[in-house]
């Protein structure tokens, strides 16, 4: 007998481990009956799942803390208990924004230390010109977008409260504003930085994991509660994204797994499988980039939820102000990330892993220490550290 699911996703690469296993029939294998529900802003992810709309759902990795802390909502505990997507996020910029950078290029532009300093200046430039200040989008407040653009941003001096303008965007209106002049960049997940290169209007700046090295950035996301009732079906549901995970990074059917992908996102398949691949054109003109780290589904232990990701999340929600540190707060936020669940399910297991020592990986910065985030955090400038304001577009 089959067990129904609703689960909802936005239509990103990195749910791809959740349409696989649909689509190749992982899920039906251990008796699931999924219902895919394709939604278009994450505020309607997060409110589905959290009253009971939906069994569970593909979310961004700091949502689910955020709600579990009840911060810019109400308070849902949620847990994850597997990590769809680990990185897979890029900063695209206009081609008049990256004109400007490139004028006053003091290194090379693909080191995100060297593009932040030359942001500074043209930030610097504009204000002195009297000109409008630079808008980026980012798709939540409670996201890794918005944390590695500011991260990046900050690390070059530029405040990204005060130097600049941030504001809230659903992924699939990224490209339309830049395209209509009403943002100058965005930081989102593919394939939208791809498709803003191929209709001419942006230029991908950096990956995301040009940033930092390994970021948990989607989660199968489920209320705490429910899994304490649906404990079978939430291992069966674990077990089909690990197959459908292990097909995708096995690439023994690209084609078909692209394909599937392609379908539900209303994409071309072969973007699917470059991006699959880390292999993307950044520039109208042909120019490429590839990176074996910029999305991981499954390989390398990705799927495997790391509660010092957790924590270094939680340390961001602190760096901005949006939440005050505490103890009990970095332990609700490490206790989102359940794998003790996924080790129950799968075991322990060894792999090859490309987790640097202080498990994030970050290009500037002091070394994440999870065990010492008041001392992490004390070793940043006061001075680019500033209470979010974030406008939303809708």
């Given at each position: 007998m089959s067990t129904n699911l609703r689960i909802g996703f936005i239509p990103l690469i990195d749910a791809a481990a959740l349409l696989v296993a649909v689509e190749h029939g992982f899920a039906a294998a251990e008796g699931l009956d999924i219902t895919l529900v394709r939604e278009v802003s994450w505020s309607n992810v997060r409110d589905k799942l959290n009253i009971g709309l939906l069994d569970a759902a593909h979310m961004l990795s700091p949502m689910a803390i955020a709600s579990t802390l009840g911060i810019?909502?109400?308070?849902?505990?949620?847990?994850?208990?597997?990590?769809?997507?680990?990185?897979?996020?890029?900063?695209?910029?206009?081609?008049?924004?990256?004109?400007?950078?490139?004028?006053?290029?003091?290194?090379?532009?693909?080191d995100p230390a060297a593009s932040a300093r030359v942001l500074a200046s043209v930030v610097a430039e504009r204000k002195a010109a009297g000109q409008r200040q630079?808008?980026?989008?980012?798709?939540?407040?409670?996201?890794?977008?918005?944390?590695?653009?500011?991260?990046?941003?900050?690390?070059?001096?530029?405040?990204?409260?005060?130097?600049?303008?941030?504001?809230?965007?659903?992924?699939?209106?990224?490209?339309e504003s830049l395209q209509n002049g009403q943002i100058d960049g965005f930081c989102v997940g593919a394939p939208w930085n791809s498709i803003a290169v191929a209709k001419g209007v942006g230029r991908?700046?950096?990956?995301?994991?040009?940033?930092?090295?390994?970021?948990?950035?989607?989660?199968?996301?489920?209320?705490?509660?429910?899994?304490?009732?649906?404990?079978?079906?939430?291992?069966?549901?674990?077990?089909?994204?690990?197959?459908?995970?292990?097909?995708?990074?096995?690439?023994?059917?690209?084609?078909?797994?692209?394909?599937?992908?392609?379908?539900?996102?209303?994409?071309?398949?072969?973007?699917?499988a470059r991006t699959l691949d880390g292999d993307l054109q950044i520039a109208a003109g042909g120019e490429t980039r590839r990176s074996d780290r910029y999305l991981m589904i499954g390989r390398d232990g990705a799927s495997r939820p790391d509660p010092v990701q957790a924590a270094w999340i939680y340390a961001q929600m602190v760096r901005w102000r949006q939440v005050p540190l505490s103890e009990e707060g970095v332990n609700a936020a490490r206790a989102v990330f359940r794998s003790d669940l996924y080790d129950a399910t799968f075991g322990t297991t060894s792999w090859r892993s490309l987790t640097p020592p202080d498990g994030v990986g970050c290009f500037a910065g002091p070394k994440f220490d999870s065990s010492d985030l008041r001392g992490y955090l004390a070793a940043w400038p006061s001075r680019i550290v500033s209470r979010p304001r974030l406008s939303v577009v809708r």
């Open positions: 810019g909502h109400v308070r849902v505990s949620l847990i994850a208990p597997f990590n769809l997507g680990m990185n897979g996020n890029a900063i695209t910029v206009s081609d008049s924004l990256y004109a400007a950078i490139a004028a006053k290029a003091d290194g090379d532009l693909a630079l808008t980026f989008g980012i798709t939540f407040p409670f996201s890794n977008h918005n944390y590695q653009l500011r991260f990046w941003m900050a690390a070059g001096c530029v405040d990204p409260d005060d130097d600049v303008r941030l504001v809230v965007l659903p992924p699939s209106y990224m490209v991908i700046l950096h990956f995301g994991s040009s940033i930092m090295a390994r970021a948990s950035e989607k989660v199968l996301a489920v209320r705490e509660t429910w899994a304490e009732k649906n404990r079978d079906r939430l291992d069966a549901l674990l077990r089909a994204l690990a197959n459908a995970a292990a097909l995708i990074e096995s690439r023994t059917d690209r084609a078909g797994v692209a394909h599937a992908v392609a379908r539900w996102l209303d994409v071309d398949k072969a973007l699917v």
